[in-house]
């Protein structure tokens, strides 16, 4: 996103990535994207197929006490929406842009290391550099800057010095066991159901795409959730006393992912600027880390943009405190729907009448279904 934004300003870069095209382009991960990340694309001329297969949702549910509660986005967050659109498909378009602007991608890089990024070094002994080898070539690309936007396991935030970063991390006591399956959704919104036997999730991806998820331990053992298991479990938690049934179909896809919360302190060292998980992770409840990778992007392409037109480089400095306004604002929404959700500790019977008594509230209180609905559909960028 960042290359085809920096391309659109007139600014050269190129992209190395550790992986295949086809690699990522199969890669399932997230599919929610907010109303800015929706029109970014758009407006960026990235959007056609979005425009033409995504999902517009215009609310989501809530599911407790064996009854379903509504926030309607339209009446709650001045009219925005979320879009269902796969993160692998975005990736595909992205790499489609990027191959009709002639942008230099170099794919299934090894052994990528990132050099002299401090700004002493840039200002003195050199430009920042970035080795790597594709196909056994050895490269060697020297540049003004580096964006780490390599992930949570990328090399570019380790390679800050050690003392440089703060870390502000927390670990959750459960896991999601999510699959992907050839069914209908049973739903035309996303649900969010708490139950006595612990959090599920149902999404989809498509109208023939269901993708489903059930609380479970951070550790959990894959092999032993047979699919009829999953199905029962799925069933038992998203059981309603209302007129509804869950449609099962072939499971294409499972895994266990485990949550945390983790964000650095500054997002910049020098010529190297952290964005999206390089930098920060939440927990999937909120349905942000895609939105929030985006969004540091929407701070960082303007920031280049702007040292190669005047020289200036005020937005780049201001680039991390700018960024993490918003990101510990995620970071909150992110783990508050986690923690009215999940079962922490299951035979506290307090905690869980209060998440019950949370979520009452936050259904029948308009003031506080505004607040869900208008970070769900996400937060005006500044
Ligand atoms: C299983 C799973 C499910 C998820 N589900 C959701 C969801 O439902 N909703 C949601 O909002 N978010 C979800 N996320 C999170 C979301 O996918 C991420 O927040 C988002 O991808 C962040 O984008 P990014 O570009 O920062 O990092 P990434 O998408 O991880 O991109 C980083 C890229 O860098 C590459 N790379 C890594 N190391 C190197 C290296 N050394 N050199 C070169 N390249 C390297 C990687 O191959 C990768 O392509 C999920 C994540 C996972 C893992």
Not at 129 to 156: L, P, W
Request: hydrophobic share 40%; with cysteine; proline share 4%.
């Amino acid at each position: 996103m960042l290359a085809h934004l920096l391309h659109l300003q007139g600014v050269d870069s190129l992209v190395v990535e550790a992986r295949s095209r086809q690699y990522v382009e199969e890669r399932v991960r997230a599919g929610v994207l907010e109303q800015g990340t929706v029109d970014l694309l758009k407006e960026s001329g990235v959007g056609e197929r979005l425009e033409r297969e995504g999902l517009t949702h215009h609310g989501v549910q809530l599911r407790f006490g064996h009854r379903t509660h509504r926030i309607d986005f339209k009446e709650l967050a001045n009219g925005r929406s979320v879009t269902i659109y796969p993160q692998n498909k975005v990736i595909a378009d992205l790499f489609d842009a990027r191959a009709a602007a002639k942008g230099q991608v170099f794919l299934e890089a090894a052994d990528v290391s990132v050099h002299d990024f401090g700004v002493s070094d840039a200002n003195g002994s050199g430009k920042p550099k970035i080795r790597f080898r594709t196909g056994g070539e050895s490269h060697e690309i020297t540049c003004d800057f580096i964006a780490g936007c390599d992930g949570f396991h990328g090399v570019c935030r380790p390679s800050i010095p050690e003392g440089a970063l703060t870390v502000y991390d927390r670990i959750y006591p459960f896991g999601w066991l999510g699959i992907l399956a050839e069914a209908p959704p049973s739903s035309e919104e996303i649900i969010y159901a708490y139950h006595e036997r612990g959090f599920a999730l149902l999404s989809m991806r498509s109208p023939e795409l269901s993708r489903l998820y059930v609380q479970c331990a951070p550790d959990e053992d894959i092999n032993e959730w047979p699919d009829e298991r999953i199905w029962k479990e799925l069933h038992a938690r998203f059981a309603t006393v209302e007129n509804w049934t869950l449609t099962e179909g072939r499971i294409i896809q499972k895994g266990v992912t485990g949550m945390r919360s983790f964000v650095v302190e500054p997002m910049q060292y020098g010529n190297l600027f952290l964005a999206g998980d390089a930098a920060h992770i939440v927990p999937p409840t909120g349905a942000k880390g895609l939105n929030l990778a985006v969004s540091d992007i929407r701070v960082l392409a303007p920031a280049f943009a702007e040292f190669y037109k005047t020289g200036k480089r005020s937005l780049l400095e201001s680039y991390s405190e700018t960024c993490l306004r918003r990101v510990w604002k995620v970071q909150r929404f992110s783990w508050w729907m986690t923690s009215m959700l999940h079962l922490f500790n299951t035979d506290n019977a307090f905690d869980q009448r209060r998440q019950l008594a949370e979520l009452d509230y936050v259904t029948s209180s308009r003031a506080a279904s505004q607040t869900l609905a208008e970070n769900y559909v996400g937060l005006p960028m500044e």
